[in-house]
């Protein structure tokens, strides 16, 4: 994706080091940041400087490739083993994490330069799976239709392309009119501050709307057609997704309109049967108690917007059952939400 004229992918190693967009700072500064070991990629991941399930999959297997690189001769399974499980209680929910750090984990226990290897093909596969998934989720769309899409599953939420944005970025190529209705995303704003950010960019008719609007624009039909992404998809389509999410769903079902997520096979948890097994991230209410924007000059600030000695609670993600998805897809087509679907398509 391109920013002030030059191509950029949201993370890539060059050499032992990782370089990635700091997301915590945009839309206010763009800045790249540069970790050199496991312990460093599991930071960045915690704190969000990193964050979107492709590209935290994308930072957890450079996090176990470098484990390799860093771990003592003499103690080499332990140290990795150790590292694999640190990399994995970063975040709970995303699936491309875990299938990233299982991929090269294996490959480095094969051979220990596999590893390396192996987290760089993760990477580019990311990339290309994502504008595979624009070219499908292009045909879904029409000229003069408006979309909603909730949190950020951009290129900044994936390596480059992103899932729910990449028919969009197409869309919008290809010559069609498109407008994006962009939920803000309580409480981080993925959407005001990344999805915003992104389209804002590429030169896509947009606007931010409050989180709870979308019901109501829909009542009165001004949108087509709802994309999300997704951070984990059970086997039988049942979708985790930024919290937020099920509710968007409900409302798309009422109304009639189509509601689609867009994922990589990465995404896919065959061994998650439902919903009911995925795990939910709960985060620090600080996040909901503060919020965070930048003044005139573009310094950041915090600050309460919640009643003081009021407390909050903050589940990051939400589970849309099935059978309020229209489709799911993929770079491999748009396959239903169903349990045979699923198993014919995604196999790992
Ligand atoms: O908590 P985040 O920002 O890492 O959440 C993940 C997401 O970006 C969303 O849930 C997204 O819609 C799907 S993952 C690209």
Redesign the pocket.
């Known amino acids: 994706m391109k920013v002030g004229g030059l191509d950029y992918r949201t993370i890539w190693m060059e050499n032992n080091a990782v370089f990635f967009i700091e ?1 915590n700072l945009l839309p206010f500064e763009f800045r790249i940041a540069k970790v050199t070991s496991y312990a460093g990629c599991c930071d960045a991941i915690r704190d ?1 400087s990193i ?6 999959g994308a930072m957890a297997g450079f996090a176990m490739a470098l484990a390799f690189t860093e771990a003592p001769v003499k103690d080499l399974m332990e140290f990795v083993r150790k590292a694999k499980a640190e990399i994995e209680s970063t ?1 709970p ?2 699936r ?1 994490l875990f299938y990233a750090v299982e991929k090269v984990f294996g490959a480095g226990i094969r051979l220990e330069s596999e590893a390396m290897t192996e987290a760089r093909s993760i990477a580019d596969k990311d990339a290309m799976d994502s504008k595979a998934i624009g070219e499908v989720g292009n045909a879904l769309i029409r000229d003069g239709y408006s979309i909603l ?6 290129w900044l ?2 390596v480059d392309y ?3 944005l990449s028919p969009i970025y197409l869309a919008h190529e290809s010559g069609k009119q498109v407008f994006v209705y962009v939920d803000e ?1 309580r409480p ?1 704003s ?1 959407g005001a501050r ?1 999805t915003a950010w992104e389209l804002h960019n590429s030169g896509i008719p947009h606007a931010v709307i409050p989180d709870n609007a979308a019901a109501h624009l829909m009542s009165r039909g001004k949108i087509s057609l709802v994309i ?4 984990r998809i059970a086997a039988n389509g049942d979708t ?4 937020g ?1 099920l509710e968007k769903a409900i409302a798309a079902r009422e109304f009639d309109i189509p509601f689609y997520i867009a ?1 990589p096979s990465s ?1 896919f948890d065959l061994q998650c049967k439902s919903g009911d097994d995925i795990i939910i ?1 709960n ?1 620090n209410e600080e996040e909901v108690l503060y919020q965070e924007g930048a003044d005139k000059e573009g310094n950041l600030h915090r600050i309460r917007v919640c009643s003081p000695g009021s407390h909050a609670i903050n589940p ?2 939400d589970v849309t059952p099935a059978r309020f998805i229209t489709g799911i897809i993929t770079e491999k087509g748009v396959i239903e939400p169903t349990e045979i679907s699923i198993r014919n398509t995604i196999n790992h």
């Open positions: 997301q969000m964050r979107g399930a492709g590209a935290i975040r929910t995303a491309n899409t909730h949190c950020n599953a951009g939420a994936f992103g899932t729910a995303t981080r993925q990344l999300t992404g997704a951070d985790a997704n930024k919290i999410t994922a995404t991230e985060r990051a993600f």
